[in-house]
Nanobody, 117 residues
C-alpha cells in the first residue's frame, strides 16, 4: 500500500513563503500524476496544483503566479513552493498521487498552513 508523507506546513505572515513536500513510498509503483489540494473547515477540498509524469503543470486560478509545483522523480517526491501567501491561503493542504501501476488514487495526511499576522 502506497503512503504519502507530507511536511513543511506552518504559520507565516502575509507575504511570506513556505515550501511543502510530499514523498511517496510503500512498494513498487509508477506515478502518473502528483498534486496538491487544500481544504478549509466547512468547505470542499479544492485543487491547488498538479504535475504529471511528463512535467506538465496545472494551477488553480487562485494560486497561479504565486505557487510553483515541482517534482523529484528519483525521490518520488512532489513540492509546492508557495510565495506571497495570503490569509485566504490558510487551509489544510493534502498531497495526492494517481498511479500508473498498480493504479489507484492516494492521499497524504494533510499539513496545516496558516497565514496570519
Amino acid at each position: 500500500q502506497v503512503q504519502l508523507v507530507e511536511s513543511g506546513g506552518g504559520l507565516v505572515q502575509p507575504g511570506g513563503s513556505l515550501t511543502l513536500s510530499c514523498a511517496a513510498s510503500g512498494g513498487i509503483f509508477s506515478i502518473a500524476v502528483m498534486g496538491w489540494y487544500r481544504q478549509t473547515l466547512g468547505k470542499q477540498r479544492e485543487l491547488v496544483a498538479t504535475i504529471n509524469d511528463g512535467g506538465h503543470t496545472n494551477y488553480a486560478d487562485a494560486v497561479k503566479g504565486r505557487f510553483t509545483i515541482s517534482r523529484d522523480n528519483a525521490k518520488n517526491t512532489v513540492y509546492l513552493l508557495m510565495n506571497n501567501l495570503l490569509p485566504r491561503d490558510t487551509a489544510v493542504y493534502y498531497c495526492n498521487t494517481l498511479l500508473h501501476y498498480p493504479g489507484g488514487l492516494y492521499w497524504g495526511q494533510g499539513t496545516q498552513v496558516t497565514v496570519s499576522s
